[in-house]
């Protein structure tokens, strides 16, 4: 399986209102994931999220990214903001479980 595949299905589920958004980094790709698998553990609080999710780097937009492509969403319960993962968020997840899978049982490239 292609290493582009988890960059395109990102950028299938990633569209603003402007058009799709530039596909990320693999390093932000991976990031996102285990943004997710965090969250998958258990929702979090908004305050717990970005103390340990905000980056001052540019090239870093993690929470961001994840915010945009509607991976993750924020709740207003009981006077907390609580953030969880989103259905879209568990398909990206399979689908970058799935593509492990399939690049780990691929024989790896060795050159002559």
């Not at 969403?73 to 009981?78: E, F, M, S, W």
């Not at 953030?83 to 399939?102: C, D, M, N, Y």
Request: proline share 7%; aromatic share 8%.
């Amino acid at each position: 399986m292609s290493v582009l595949f988890p960059l395109l299905v990102f950028v299938a589920l990633c569209v603003r209102s402007q058009g799709p958004i530039a596909p990320p980094s693999a390093t932000v790709d991976a990031l996102i994931v285990d943004l997710l698998l965090w969250l998958q553990v258990r929702e979090r609080s908004y305050e717990e999220v970005i103390d340990a999710w905000r980056t001052s780097c540019p090239k870093l937009t993690v929470w961001e990214d994840a915010n945009d492509c509607n991976l993750v969403v924020t709740k207003h319960l009981a006077g907390r903001e609580i953030v969880r993962i989103t259905p879209a968020g568990l398909a990206f997840l399979e689908q970058a479980r799935k593509t492990s899978k399939s690049s780990a049982s691929s024989p790896a490239f060795r050159p002559a």
